[in-house]
T-cell receptor, first 116, second 114 residues
């Protein structure tokens, strides 16, 4: 069964600093990979996704993520964090085979706090 | 284009009552997914429905939980005889096709069982 690990439960950064949120997955092959963001009391918004091709993926709000097959990782990055980026971030995967590629498996999330 | 709509946003039920959660997918979307977010846990897949069909309910608890997506109207997640452990946020998502396409999430229904 596939699984997702987000090692950092809570990260605090200063506004303007760079950010990297870690995500590792366990799956027999390369899954479909996603990053979602959830603001307090809100639903999830897709930041970016990786299906194939270029391993560096650009998303909305200035975020990017890099897929590294050798490390089974899909880390999210942003060069300069804004106060409005404070939220909870979820990494998710979906399997490529077996007819269940619609089923997202989420990590437990990383809560981002941004200090002024 | 309105997004995925869920109602109610907050629902309080006493133990033993029934909870009915509604989800209207985005216009043009015929695939609906329900996820549950328990405290201190990530989101867990519950069920995948298309109009009038349950495609995959492998994440649904075996008892008390049911889901439907009728030909007309919203998708309904129904929880009978709620217990305190059912307290969670329930999210609905929709997509225009099946497969690993972007799933658009609603704002969720936060169920509290007292």
């Amino acid at each position: 069964a596939q699984s997702v690990t987000q090692p950092d439960i809570h990260i605090t950064v200063s506004e303007g600093a760079s950010l990297e949120l870690r995500c590792n997955y366990s799956y027999g092959a390369t899954p479909y990979l996603f990053w979602y963001v959830q603001s307090p009391g809100q639903g999830l918004q897709l930041l970016l996704k990786y299906f194939s091709g270029d391993t560096l993926v650009q998303g909305i709000k200035g975020f990017e993520a890099e897929f590294k097959r050798s490390q089974s990782s899909f880390n999210l990055r942003k060069p300069s964090v804004h106060w409005s980026d404070a939220a909870e971030y979820f990494c998710a995967v979906a399997g490529r085979g077996g007819g269940s590629n619609y089923k997202l498996t989420f990590g437990k999330g990383t809560l981002l706090t941004v200090n002024p | 284009n309105a997004g995925v709509m869920q109602n109610p946003r907050h629902l309080v039920r006493r133990r033993g009552q029934e909870a009915r959660l509604r989800c209207s997918p985005m216009k043009g979307h015929s695939h609906v997914y329900w996820y549950r977010q328990l405290p201190e846990e990530g989101l867990k897949f519950m069920v995948y429905l298309q109009k009038e069909n349950i495609i995959d309910e492998s994440g649904m608890p075996k008892e008390r939980f049911s889901a439907e997506f009728p030909k007309e109207g919203p998708s309904i997640l129904r929880i009978q005889q709620v217990v305190r452990g059912d307290s969670a946020a329930y999210f609905c998502a929709s997509s225009p096709q099946d497969g690993p396409y972007e799933q658009y999430f609603g704002p969720g229904t936060r169920l509290t069982v007292t």
